[in-house]
């Protein structure tokens, strides 16, 4: 496997605050990566930055297209059983040992950011592509009319069945980042790589991060897609980590008071059975 240059950064408390503030991400968050059998388990749907939670959203089914559990045996929409405004976002119980994916959309939203906040966010999140285009178009000092979305998916362990295809299966979202190695089977220090696609087809040159926050300190793995949409990280800590990623375009349809669009995706899992991180922000 070719992986592209990561680069590995370790991030202060201080040095953190610069993401602008509508750029969240959004990520699934089991109370436990790896449940026992029969053992009920509370999922919950955080927004913040850097892996750090800000706060938590309940299910909400008028933003909510779609939210899917797949197992080996079953592929459950969840979506339609789960009340509306449900806080946390999910409870969920496995009879049998395997692997799970947990999937959740939600529908796109327009959001429109000051020019300097919208070029920050910009640079943050390695879109240079589109800074040129503003740059080049003299339009670094209009404001960004950006409508987003996103896919976001978890890894769920319980007992010792690996079912490694739930772990590295396509689902067909617009944009989706998918592991090429389950990553319940790796242990600190070894590599994952990973797959973008996006409307179905790999995604290059597009920054893609890795971070985990075990003990309170965080580290930011940071790599662009080659012309595969393949990215590869070295997990060499322990404990709940966020692979994550954001794509921008011109917008290509509805575009009434929109000049952007951008895709949001994420995927949490854990590494060697340590301790998830804390359910509440």
Not at 159 to 188: F, M, W
Not at 228 to 241: K, T
């Amino acid at each position: 496997m070719i992986y592209t240059r990561t680069l590995i950064t370790t991030l202060a408390a201080a040095a953190v605050a610069a993401l602008p503030a509508a750029a969240h991400d959004y990520w699934l968050m089991p109370e436990k990566f790896t449940p026992a059998a029969g053992e009920p388990l509370k999922v919950h749907l955080y927004y913040g930055d850097d892996f750090k939670p800000e706060n938590e959203r309940p299910f909400q089914k008028d933003r909510t297209p779609s939210f899917v559990l797949i197992s080996a045996t079953e592929a459950r929409e969840l979506s339609a059983t789960t009340p509306d405004q449900q806080l946390p976002l999910a409870e969920l119980t496995f009879a049998e040992a395997g692997t799970r994916l947990l999937a959740l959309d939600r529908t796109a939203q327009n959001i429109n950011l000051e020019p300097e906040q919208f070029n920050e966010y910009l640079r943050h999140e390695g879109l240079t592509d589109i800074l040129a285009v503003r740059k080049k178009t003299k339009k670094l000092q209009t404001q960004g009319r950006e409508r987003y979305s996103r896919n976001i998916k978890a890894l769920v362990q319980t007992g010792d069945v690996r079912n490694d295809e739930i772990a590295l299966r396509t689902l067909g979202k617009p944009i989706e980042i998918v592991p090429e190695q389950n990553p319940v089977n790796l242990q600190p220090g070894q590599s994952l790589g990973v797959r973008v696609f996006f409307e179905g087809k790999p995604l290059a040159n597009r920054q893609i991060d890795a971070l985990n926050t075990t003990g309170g300190k965080l580290v930011r793995l940071s790599a662009r897609t080659d012309k595969e949409g393949r990215a590869g990280f070295r997990l060499d800590r322990p404990g709940p980590w966020i692979v994550r990623l954001v794509h921008m375009r011109a917008c290509a349809r509805d575009c009434r008071n929109i000049d952007w669009e951008s895709f949001w995706s994420s995927l949490t899992f854990a590494l060697a059975d340590a301790p998830a991180q804390s359910a509440r922000p």
